[in-house]
């Protein structure tokens, strides 16, 4: 009995284990998630735990920029070096409130991300 408890236990955890499932996430952004900022950003950065898949002349991995009017706001070209990608802010004109900032990256093992990042502009 206490053998079956546990094994019943190691599968719970490796099951649970975000390293055990294989997926790609998330780590970390710039500017962070619900952060209050007084300066918008020139360039935003999404930093994943696995390496962003790269494919010459095609882009599967797009991020879009949600105004506190829900329109989008044009950015620039995505650029990746290995698990970090980065994408220029256009010059658009922006104004106080919550943004949103949305992603969809493929990890070289080919799964796909999506997600998103809120942050608020207080200047």
Same mark, same amino acid.
């Given at each position: 009995m206490r053998k079956f408890g546990l094994v019943l236990l190691s599968s719970? @955890?490796? @099951? #649970? #284990? +975000?390293?055990?499932q294989g997926h790609s996430a998330l780590v970390t952004s710039t500017p962070k998630s619900g952060?209050? =900022?007084k300066t918008f950003p020139k360039t935003f950065s999404l930093t994943?735990?696995?390496e962003i898949l790269k494919l010459p002349g095609k882009e599967p991995s797009r991020v879009q920029l949600i105004a506190p009017n829900a329109k989008r706001i044009s950015l620039g070209k995505?650029? =990746?070096?290995? *698990?970090?990608l980065t994408v +220029?802010?256009?010059?658009a004109a922006v104004k106080a409130g919550k943004y949103r900032l949305t992603y969809r990256v493929v990890s070289n093992d080919g799964h796909? =991300?999506?997600? *998103?990042?809120s942050f608020t502009y207080k200047p």
């Open positions: 719970a @955890l490796a @099951l #649970t #284990t +975000p390293a055990a952060a209050v =900022i994943f735990n696995e995505v650029a =990746i070096a290995k *698990e970090v +220029p802010m256009s010059k796909v =991300i999506n997600g *998103e990042i």
